[in-house]
C-alpha cells in the first residue's frame, strides 16, 4: 500500500510518448516525496517537450527555406539547358537531377517534422483505405511499366469493408513509400502483390514484392532514417521512405511491421485498427 502512488507514478509515466508530450503526470495530494517527485518529473518533461518542439521548429523552418533557393536554382538550370550547346546539357542535366534530389530530401524532412510535431491529428476524418490504395497504384504505374512489373490487386472480405480514421494525404504517403520501395528493389518483370483484409476487429494491407529482400542483420533498422538496405549507385533512394511511412503509421495507431519472409523479396504489413 505505502508503493502504490510509485506504482501510479510509474504506470502514468509509461502513458507518456511522442505523439502525447503535453500530458503530464498527476500530482498527489499528499506533500511529501512522492509529490516532489512527481513534480520533478513534470519539470524534466517540461524541458524536453521545450526541446523537441525547438528541433522539430528548426528542421521544419530549415526545410522550408531551402526549398525556395532549390526551386529557383531548378528553374535556372532548366532555362540553362535550353540555351546550351549538347555538349553541356549531359552535364546540366545530371546537375538537374541531383537539384531534385536534393529538394527531395528536403521535402521529406518537412513531412517528418511535420507528422513528428503531431499537428495532423487533428486533420483526421474518416477515409475509405481501398480507394487510397488504388490512387496509389495509379501513380506508380510509370515506374512499373519502365520495368515492367505488374502490380496485382487481391481483396479478401471476412467482414463489411470499414473506414479508418486518418489524414488522407499522409496516408497515401504511408502506402506511396512503401509500394515505391517495393518497385525500386524489384526485378525486371516481377510481380507485386497487394492483399486488403478486411476483418471484424482490423484491416489489414500487405503488400509483397519479388526483390532482393531485407538481410535479417538489417531488418531491425528498416524503418530508421537514412537506412538501405542496398548501398550501390544503381539504386536510388535516400532510406527517408520507410521512416516516413513507420511515423504517419504509429500517429494513425497502426502496425506496420516487416514480415518475415523464407524466400527473396519483402513482405510489408500495414494492421489498422
Not at 523552418?61 to 549538347?86: M, V, Y
Not at 528498416?222 to 521512416?243: E, H, Q, Y
Request: glycine share 4%; charged share 25%; aromatic share 6%.
Amino acid at each position: 500500500r505505502a508503493l502504490r502512488p510509485v506504482q501510479e507514478l510509474i504506470q502514468n509515466t509509461n502513458k507518456i510518448g511522442i505523439t502525447n508530450l503535453t500530458d503530464r503526470v498527476p500530482l498527489p495530494q499528499s506533500r511529501d516525496e512522492i509529490r516532489t517527485l512527481a513534480e520533478t518529473q513534470n519539470n524534466m518533461l517540461d524541458r524536453i517537450q521545450s526541446s523537441f518542439q525547438s528541433q522539430e521548429k528548426f528542421i521544419a523552418d530549415a526545410s522550408h527555406q531551402l526549398l525556395t533557393p532549390l526551386t529557383i536554382l531548378r528553374g535556372e538550370i532548366e532555362f540553362k539547358i535550353k540555351e546550351s550547346p549538347e555538349s553541356d546539357k549531359v552535364f546540366l542535366k545530371s546537375f538537374l537531377q541531383e537539384t531534385d534530389n536534393l529538394s527531395k530530401i528536403v521535402k521529406d524532412m518537412l513531412l517528418l517534422a511535420r507528422i513528428e510535431a503531431g499537428n495532423e491529428v487533428a486533420n483526421f476524418e474518416n477515409v475509405d483505405v481501398s480507394e487510397i490504395l488504388f490512387d496509389v497504384i495509379a501513380r506508380v504505374q510509370k515506374n512499373c511499366l519502365e520495368k515492367g512489373i505488374q502490380i496485382k490487386v487481391e481483396i479478401i472480405q471476412h467482414s463489411e469493408q470499414k473506414n479508418v480514421r486518418g489524414e488522407p494525404d499522409l496516408l497515401f504517403n504511408l502506402f506511396y513509400n512503401i509500394l515505391e520501395n517495393a518497385i525500386k528493389y524489384s526485378s525486371e518483370k516481377q510481380n507485386i502483390n497487394v492483399i486488403i483484409t478486411w476483418n471484424e476487429k482490423y484491416s489489414l494491407v500487405d503488400i509483397i514484392d519479388q526483390g532482393v529482400g531485407i538481410p535479417a542483420d538489417k531488418a531491425s533498422a528498416i524503418f530508421d532514417r537514412f537506412s538501405r538496405v542496398n548501398t550501390s549507385s544503381s539504386t536510388k533512394g535516400f532510406g527517408l521512405g520507410l521512416a516516413i511511412a513507420k511515423k504517419i503509421a504509429d500517429l494513425h495507431g497502426f502496425e506496420l511491421s516487416l514480415v518475415p519472409e523464407r524466400h527473396s523479396g519483402a513482405h510489408f504489413q500495414i494492421k489498422m485498427h
